[in-house]
């Protein structure tokens, strides 16, 4: 079993909806969670992360923790084009090591 | 601004070359990196470094060999190039988040092409 498990996509959305990404992990210690955006073309940039369990809210971003159902998501608002990138989960491992979930494709359609 | 840098955005090498992949952050970061990502496979880790000098190897190492001579610095090194290795690559650094943790800081990549 995968440390961490995302679903790839593609997600098309029209401009406006909510958005929601998620992924799940095995490792119940996992306390530190975040979510990178990579638009095409460019490295990933942190985007947000949440300690334990709980909510985190961030404009039109909200990032959400679930420890019980080992479940992380992102909700977008308001999705815009300019959203449209790919959502990398990442969850701190071992030895100062981040263990990456494969990332989903959001496309924002106008 | 936190800033890794990668020499080249695109790089086209014939099979068989050696390939030097340069990277260098300015927030005098201990720990590097050097991923490839691939459409489908997400990210993979080649090889880190936690100090000058040390280095680990990561989840794919076959085929790479790196280089941390200063800190600021980490090489990547495709000791003979193969098509295999056209990808796109990856280095970061880590920066300290509060609480404790730790977050990445990535390069804008370099797409590699081996022909």
């Known amino acids: 079993q995968k440390e961490v498990e995302q679903d790839p996509g593609p997600l098309s959305v029209p401009e406006g909806a909510i958005v929601s990404l998620n992924c799940t992990y095995s490792n119940s210690a996992f306390q530190y969670f975040m979510w990178y955006r990579q638009y095409s073309r460019k490295g990933p940039e942190l985007l947000m992360y949440t300690y334990s369990s709980g909510n985190k809210e961030d404009g039109r971003f909200t990032a959400q923790v679930d420890k019980s159902s080992k479940y992380i998501s992102l909700f977008i608002r308001d999705s815009q084009p300019s959203d449209s990138a790919t959502y990398l989960c990442?969850?701190?491992?071992?030895?100062?090591?981040?263990?990456f979930g494969a990332g989903t494709i959001l496309r924002v359609k106008s | 601004d936190v800033k890794v840098t990668q020499s080249s955005r695109y790089l086209v090498k014939r099979t068989g070359e050696k390939v030097f992949l340069e990277c260098v952050q300015d927030m005098d970061h201990e720990n590097m990196f050097w991923y490839r990502q691939d459409p489908g496979l997400g990210l993979r880790l080649i090889y880190f470094s936690y100090d000058v000098k040390m280095k680990e190897k990561g989840d794919i190492p076959e085929g790479y060999s790196v280089s941390r001579e200063k800190k600021e610095r980490f090489s990547l090194i495709l000791e003979s190039a193969s098509t295999n290795q056209t990808s796109m690559y990856l280095c970061?650094?880590?920066?300290?988040?509060?609480?404790?943790?730790?977050?990445?800081?990535f390069g804008s990549g370099t797409r590699l092409t081996v022909v």
């Open positions: 970061a650094s880590s920066a300290h988040l509060r609480g404790g943790y730790y977050g990445y800081t």
């Open positions: 990442a969850i701190p491992g071992n030895g100062n090591k981040l263990v």
